[in-house]
């Protein structure tokens, strides 16, 4: 196993220790630097392992497959732990997580036709609007942090909206393979 999967594997390794600290409090008030450590190692793992694949030629299918199911299960997972700590709304999660399913459905259906649909910089920013927006929701500061983060979980519901809809628009032909 070459060294990008060997980072995506860590990622998915990581998001069952997020899920414990950031549902259980262990750590006391260490505890949410802990979530916020794993969710950043985590996170950077997955621009990284993206970087080595691609500069040192080491794209394999494994990594194809499992880059962005690590991903998802990433950002799913923070997202759903959210909603129990009563930080995000859930109705919020469910567009978000709806959104990956119906790319990844489109992603499916291209590829058994032989096309391949590649990010676009909506999808880049809806990812990085992501990131940003669940690590101060997992910092949870309060005060002018807390208004930071709904102003970044509106631009991530947004970001989702815009980047679907670009998706859907961009790459309708694959809807008419299905006829």
């Known amino acids: 196993m070459n060294t990008p999967n060997k980072l995506t594997v860590a990622r998915m390794i990581l998001v069952p220790f997020l899920v414990v600290f950031l549902l259980s409090g262990w750590g006391g008030d260490a505890n949410r630097y802990i979530c916020l450590a794993i969710f950043v190692i985590a996170s950077v793992t997955d621009w990284f392992d993206g ?50 399913f119906i790319i990844s459905g489109f992603r499916l259906i291209a590829a058994e036709n032989g096309v391949v649909i590649a990010a676009n910089y909506w999808g880049k920013f809806k990812t990085v609007s992501q990131m ?12 002018i942090f807390a208004v930071l ?29 299905q006829e």
């Open 132 to 143: 940003i927006m669940i690590i101060l929701l997992i910092l949870d500061f309060g005060g």
């Open 51 to 100: 970087y080595l694949a691609r500069k040192n030629n080491l794209v394999t299918n494994f990594g194809k497959f499992m880059d962005p199911l690590a991903d998802k299960l990433l950002v799913c997972s923070a997202l759903i732990c959210l909603i129990e700590l009563d930080r995000l709304e859930a109705w919020i999660v469910i567009i978000i997580i709806a959104r990956e």
């Open 149 to 177: 983060a709904r102003v970044f979980v509106w631009i991530s519901l947004a970001l989702t909206v815009i980047s679907l809809m670009t998706y859907i628009i961009q790459n309708r032909k694959v809807l008419s393979m």
